[in-house]
């Protein structure tokens, strides 16, 4: 093995962390689950993350190795610019998914359909932060979010690929799904015409909140349009779709069989 190379052996532990004996899954709350005993819970949501690690290898053979983490480099060109960003193994945030690069494909191709220029975007679960850089080369005013210690890598990515090429220099700012979001994003001052969101479904236990947060953004008389691209790779993911279908007005922009990836449109209920 060259030096510097991970193996889904090396990156699975570290997309682990968190994953304890008493970790509770994004399928917890189904009957389904209830009936698993907890190592049967444990397997599950090890095989789950086995399955992402070894999507984050097939993308990436070499990484170059960093201070505490590895770093990559992914290139694209969108909306006629040159975009590079920098990855982490440390954590799913950092890596770029396909959700991502499939929304990006998807507004790049469709701007008549979805017109960006000068409207108001918000990303949730913006990890590398290539979407939130589209939207904002295609003439959006972005605020990107995503968990704190994501907003560096966050921050550096925006900045490098957007200063004197955008519109609008975009914004970066903590959100952590369904927490204070009240507090620090009150619907009166934060109305946005578009929510982006991007393979934002994985094995987590916080899908309730967010969905709870794509409601909180997208509400009765906001006008806000929520579109969200996700690979779908379980059962559990089919689940939240149900549930997201319940909750808003929606449609099936696209699908992209070869890559497993579907992007909905979405609207309040009124």
Sequence with gaps: MMEGQLTESTVA???FRGVTEDDTSVTTRTQRKD????????TEELEKHTVMAGEAMDRRN???????????????????????????V???GALIWPGAIAMCQFLENNQQQVN??????????????????????LGAWVTATDLPDILSNLTFNLLRNTKGRSRYTPRVAGLTWGQDLERDFPHTSNQFDYVLAADVVYPH??????????????????????????????????RFIEGFQSSFNTSLLTELPQEEVRIYKATAKE
């Design 205 to 238: 236990d916080c899908l309730e909140e967010l969905l709870g947060t794509m409601r909180h953004f997208c509400r009765p008389g906001s006008r806000t349009t929520l579109l969200w691209a996700n690979k779908i790779r379980f059962q559990s993911d089919l």
């Design 35 to 42: 009936l698993l005993t907890k190592p049967e819970r444990r």
């Design 13 to 15: 532990p570290a997309l």
């Design 90 to 92: 440390d954590t799913y």
């Design 62 to 88: 070499i990484w170059k190795p960093n201070f505490y983490y590895t770093l990559g480099k992914e290139s694209f060109c969108f909306a006629g610019h040159d975009i590079s960003i920098r990855e982490s």
């Design 116 to 137: 960006l220029m000068d409207k108001a975007v918000l990303e949730i679960g913006a990890g590398t932060g290539l979407l939130s850089i589209v939207a904002s080369l």
